[in-house]
């Protein structure tokens, strides 16, 4: 498979990644890379694996679809970067890839976004950069989710990215007295010498929330409280 170049998105390397064959028919398959505007192919990701599932011992091969073979590029990609909890981000020469794969396969924003976030929940501190980013991946599949243009897949996938993003957030507010950018888990062992100074992260976990919930209910603003009733719970420990 290669990878463009990120000043000329040229071939200007080889990546290899062991995969299985979710082909029926055996045979190599190419899908196209295209650089626009001039729709000019640019590129091709090769795949040619075996993939069969078992079921009362009777193997039966299994169709690569266009959702399969992103996900397969994204571990690549994510792998290729050394994907942890202090980067999240990936080049722009694989961003640009994964974009022109999915806008020339029919991959939705939405589960690109949905894929990308499993990532980020994955290796997940609470800490500006990382809620900042559940954010930005989170906020055009909320938009997707409330005018119901979500496919099955993308509303399965949906359910549980929310769910990991509401535990995130009880991370977060529960533990807003100790949150530090600078730890590796984003959480100081002593907490902040004067709590009433708010750091950076909960400008992003408030918008976040409120992404997720109507922050004018009443069951909303029981949630909310009940996290900082933790959260004061906690210091008074830590104090004693």
């Not at 890379?33 to 795949?47: A, F, N, S, T």
């Not at 397969?72 to 722009?92: E, I, Q, V």
């Not at 930005?136 to 897949?153: A, D, I, R, S, Y």
Request: charged share 20%.
């Amino acid at each position: 498979m290669f990878i463009p170049s990120e000043e000329s998105l040229l071939a200007a390397g080889k990546e290899t990644l062991r995969v299985m064959n979710m082909m029926k028919d055996k045979k190599l398959r190419w899908w196209p890379i295209y650089r626009e505007p001039e729709h000019e192919v640019v590129g091709k990701i090769q795949l040619h694996i075996n993939y069969t599932t078992s079921l009362d011992g009777v193997s039966e091969p299994v169709p690569l679809t266009p959702t399969m073979a992103y996900d397969l590029l994204l571990k690549g990609a994510t792998k290729t970067a050394d994907f942890h909890t202090k980067n999240m981000t990936l080049s722009p020469a694989w961003k640009w890839l994964l974009s022109e794969f999915a806008s020339s396969n029919g991959v939705s924003e939405a589960y690109t976004n949905l894929r990308y976030l499993s990532r980020v929940m994955d290796v997940a501190t609470p800490t500006a950069n990382c809620v900042s980013l559940v954010y930005e991946l989170f906020l055009p599949v909320m938009k997707g989710h409330n005018q119901n243009t979500l496919n099955c897949l993308e509303k399965r996938s949906f359910g549980d990215i929310k769910e990991q993003i509401e535990h995130f957030l009880t991370l977060v507010y529960e533990n807003y007295m100790s949150l530090d950018d600078k730890p590796p888990s984003g959480i100081m062992d002593i907490p902040t010498p004067d709590p009433r100074v708010a750091v950076p992260v909960l400008k992003q976990a408030v918008k976040l929330y409120e992404l997720i919930h109507n922050i004018s209910s009443l069951d909303a603003q029981n949630k909310l409280y009940s996290y900082f009733q933790a959260a004061a719970s906690k210091g008074s420990r830590r104090i004693k």
